[in-house]
Nanobody, 118 residues
Framework: QVQLVESGGGMVLPGGSLRLSCAAS????????MGWYRQVPGIKRELVASITETGSSTYYADSVKGRFTISRDNAKNMVYLQMNSLNPEDTAVYFCNLGLGFSYFLAWGQGTQVTVSS
């Protein structure tokens, strides 16, 4: 059974940092690109970062480029998102799922809430 479990969210001050983690199971993790998405109520879920199967290449949305870093550990079936210089516009629920190159998604996890506020 496919499972994606996100963690690491929380409330931080503007300029702060968080590291999100996603534990994946139930599918051949190392064979798929992975991505981090975020969603604000009433707004379409958006891809913020993606990483290829081996981690050799990454993609970032313009809004997070230079501040967020995606990485993965195929031995542990984990994908991470290091978020620095957070601002209130980064407030959202963050999810992991398949990354760039796929037109379908695995079952979504519960996500992890990130709130940036003073």
């Amino acid at each position: 059974q496919v499972q994606l479990v996100e963690s690491g969210g929380g409330m931080v001050l503007p300029g702060g940092s968080l590291r999100l983690s996603c534990a994946a199971s139930g599918f051949p993790f190392s064979s798929y690109p992975m991505g981090w998405y975020r969603q604000v109520p009433g707004i379409k879920r958006e891809l913020v970062a993606s990483i290829t199967e081996t981690g050799s290449s990454t993609y970032y949305a313009d809004s997070v480029k230079g501040r967020f870093t995606i990485s993965r550990d195929n031995a542990k079936n984990m994908v991470y998102l290091q978020m620095n210089s957070l601002n209130p516009e980064d407030t959202a629920v963050y999810f992991c799922n398949l990354g760039l190159g796929f037109s379908y998604f695995l079952a979504w996890g519960q996500g992890t809430q990130v709130t940036v506020s003073s």
